[in-house]
């Protein structure tokens, strides 16, 4: 067996499934793990992905963007990856997004997020239509969390770093589509990731119980009548997903489960795992309405389908829906923001900064700070009517779908569509700008190929050597300027022409190892 699960656990699952199932549940551990990539649609559709890249893919019965993948040929390793047009995931937790049933315009909150895998798939299912609020309480993590949001192209997401009660303080009834993928103790992972396995005790279970509660008591105030959410974990036991759906429903009677259609893939809730769960004094009995509902729920199973163990339920808030206008009304919450140092920037740092003053940080005035960006915008971009609100924080200029006065006091990680920052009023741009940006919106383009290496080694760094012919400029743009450097027609980053050099911009925390 590759993977020894724990004792205890094992014993457990025995127990819950009987004899014959458990059979086949212990033999699914000598199985490989299975690899995914899910095709990141704001930057390429399905079918020109598939032309496009050269490994052998098969698809993902319950994505329709994703695909199974030989994890030997290292997707990560490729021009590609590196232009986001793809994401690595496990293909079971592709499914929670599926069953959100997010559409452009919505908003939409992640609110446990990181690292963001999700989140771009939320994102491309806006096509930068309406708002994600993506967000992580934990600090570390939401460095990786901004990172994917701006490698894959999002252009009207906001980033987080708060507890989810602030953010319902905040935001109350704001949301039409909410994501709970929330902490657990990390059954279903154990095939995937041997530490976890190793690591695990019984006692994450009761403690990880008592968070999701917490997590979704938060989430109903976000919720707008009418709105639905999607709870998931990836483990098996009962009390992070059972009955942790039946507290919820006894506490909001306004909630109700959506069915999902039992498949070969999607199996369904197990109810009378709440009975087993009350004979051992860890539980207690449920209204019969209540244990039925918890049927509908979903478990991704593996040893009947390709993938690891999820839980999923689809909850729905009863009500008509209002208008979003009429849910921005919000008490406002008072703290420091978080983030790096002011004046300083890092791809992987939040900022530092205090909304609505019309300064920045340093007392000088915001609107002319802001001209930089409008002057950058006339010289380096081609005429591209770009979305979001400009804000400034600490010299850095934002595009945000957000007011200044929706992030007062939130721990703010990213307030929107990172552009550039200001220094002696012109605007150095930010290499989000550029994975965002298709080359139609920049004055200036170098394509490079993937195929002969060239791509690699700007991914790298180096400075290239360039002939005045291969940049393409739009009308009216000479070759001086900011050029967007492409991978066979995707955005990688920034490069400066001159004399048949390419200046390469491309940041050090980036670059192909």
């Given at each position: 067996m590759a993977v020894q699960p724990p004792k205890g656990f094992l014993e457990r699952m025995k127990e819950l499934l009987?004899?014959?199932?458990?059979?086949?549940?212990?033999?699914?551990?000598?199985?490989?793990?299975?690899?995914?990539?899910?095709?990141?649609?704001?930057?390429?559709?399905?079918e020109a992905f598939r032309e496009a890249v050269p490994f052998e893919l098969r698809p993902i019965p319950w994505c329709e963007t994703g695909y199974y993948i030989d994890e030997q040929t290292k997707p990560g390793k490729h021009p590609y990856y590196h232009a986001g047009l793809y994401y690595i995931q496990e293909p079971s937790a592709m499914a929670p997004v599926e069953l959100l049933e997010v559409t452009p315009g919505e908003h939409v909150l992640d609110l446990c997020a990181a690292p963001g895998g999700k989140s771009?798939?939320?994102?491309?299912?806006?096509?930068?239509?309406?708002?994600?609020?993506?967000?992580?309480?934990?600090?570390?993590?939401?460095?990786?969390?901004?990172?994917?949001?701006?490698?894959?192209?999002?252009?009207?997401?906001?980033?987080?770093?708060?507890?989810p009660e602030r953010i319902a303080r905040a935001f109350p009834n704001f949301f039409d589509k909410i994501l709970i993928d929330a902490p657990c103790s990390g059954e279903g992972m154990f095939r995937k990731d041997e530490d976890m396995a190793r690591l695990w005790e019984p006692e994450w279970i009761r403690k990880y119980a008592g968070m999701q509660r917490?997590?979704?008591?938060?989430?109903?105030?976000?919720?707008?009548?009418?709105?639905?959410?999607?709870?998931?974990?990836?483990?098996?036991?009962?009390?992070?997903?059972?009955?942790?759906?039946?507290?919820?429903?006894?506490?909001?009677?306004e909630f109700r489960v959506v069915p999902l259609r039992p498949n070969d893939c999607i199996s369904p809730g197990r109810p009378e795992w709440l009975e087993w769960l009350a004979e051992r004094g860890e539980g207690r009995d449920y209204p019969s309405e209540i244990v039925a509902q918890t049927a509908m729920c979903g478990r991704l199973w593996p040893h009947k389908m390709e993938g690891e163990g999820h839980f999923l339920a689809v909850?729905?808030?009863?009500?008509?829906?209002?208008?979003?206008?009429?849910?921005?009304?919000?008490?406002?919450?008072?703290?420091?923001?978080?983030?790096?140092?002011?004046?300083?920037?890092?791809?992987?740092q939040g900022h530092r900064g205090r909304p609505g003053t019309?300064?920045?940080?340093?007392?000088?005035?915001?609107?002319e700070l802001l001209e930089s960006w409008r002057a950058f915008s006339r010289e380096h971009l081609s005429e591209a009517e770009l979305p979001g609100e400009p804000l400034?924080?600490?010299?850095?200029?934002?595009?945000?779908?957000?007011?200044?006065?929706?992030?007062?006091?939130?721990?703010?990680?990213?307030?929107?569509?990172?552009?550039g920052s200001v220094k002696n009023g012109r605007l150095t741009p930010g290499q989000p700008l550029a994975t965002a940006l298709s080359p139609s919106?920049?004055?200036?383009?170098?394509?490079?190929?993937?195929?002969?290496?060239?791509?690699?080694?700007?991914?790298?760094?180096?400075?290239?050597?360039?002939?005045?012919?291969?940049?393409?400029?739009?009308?009216?743009?000479?070759?001086?300027?900011?050029v967007l450097v492409t991978v066979d027609g995707y955005s990688l980053g920034w490069g400066k022409w001159q004399d048949g050099m390419l200046k390469n911009e491309y940041p050090a925390g980036w670059r192909w190892t």
């Open positions: 009987g004899e014959e199932e458990y059979a086949a549940f212990y033999a699914s551990y000598d199985n490989p793990r299975f690899a995914g990539i899910r095709v990141n649609t704001l930057k390429i559709d399905s771009t798939q939320i994102a491309a299912k806006l096509r930068g239509n309406g708002m994600l609020v993506t967000n992580d309480i934990n600090a570390e993590r939401t460095k990786a969390l901004a990172k994917n949001i701006e490698l894959y192209g999002v252009r009207n997401a906001v980033v987080l770093g708060e507890s917490d997590i979704l008591r938060s989430a109903a105030a976000l919720l707008a009548p009418g709105g639905r959410m999607v709870y998931s974990t990836c483990t098996f036991a009962p009390e992070e997903n059972e009955a942790t759906i039946a507290n919820f429903l006894l506490e909001h009677p909850l729905e808030r009863q009500g008509e829906g209002q208008p979003q206008e009429e849910a921005a009304a919000y008490g406002n919450v008072t703290s420091d923001w978080e983030g790096g140092p002011r004046g300083k920037r890092d791809s992987r019309g300064h920045d940080a340093k007392g000088v005035d915001e609107r400034l924080f600490g010299g850095n200029v934002y595009l945000s779908p957000l007011t200044k006065d929706r992030l007062d006091g939130l721990k703010v990680v990213r307030p929107g569509w990172y552009v919106e920049a004055a200036r383009v170098l394509d490079l190929s993937a195929a002969d290496g060239e791509a690699i080694r700007y991914l790298k760094g180096e400075t290239l050597q360039v002939e005045a012919a291969r940049i393409r400029c739009s009308e009216n743009a000479g070759l001086k300027g900011y």
